[in-house]
């Protein structure tokens, strides 16, 4: 994963596939994807990328280390 700062939805979808996670799925005013039987809602950033604060926080809810992420 490149540096800890503002990221585009798709690159965070990439890293997240690649961190097992599988989707994106549709489901209600988010789309989520699964890991196992972990759902993880997405954002929807709507022409702007993600912030630190936000990306820190689906990383948290990921349950991605601060090690896995850089192997990413």
């Not at 939805?9 to 994807?33: K, N, S, T, V």
Request: charged share 30%; no cysteine.
């Amino acid at each position: 994963m490149p540096p800890f700062g503002p990221i585009k939805l798709r690159d965070l979808i990439h890293y997240l596939r690649r961190a097992g996670f599988e989707g994106p799925f549709e489901g209600g005013r988010h789309q989520f994807m699964r890991r196992g039987s972990q759902r993880l809602t997405i954002p929807n950033p709507h022409r702007s990328d993600i912030g630190r604060d936000l990306l820190r926080e689906i990383l948290k809810q990921a349950e991605i280390s601060i090690s896995e992420r850089e192997k990413l």
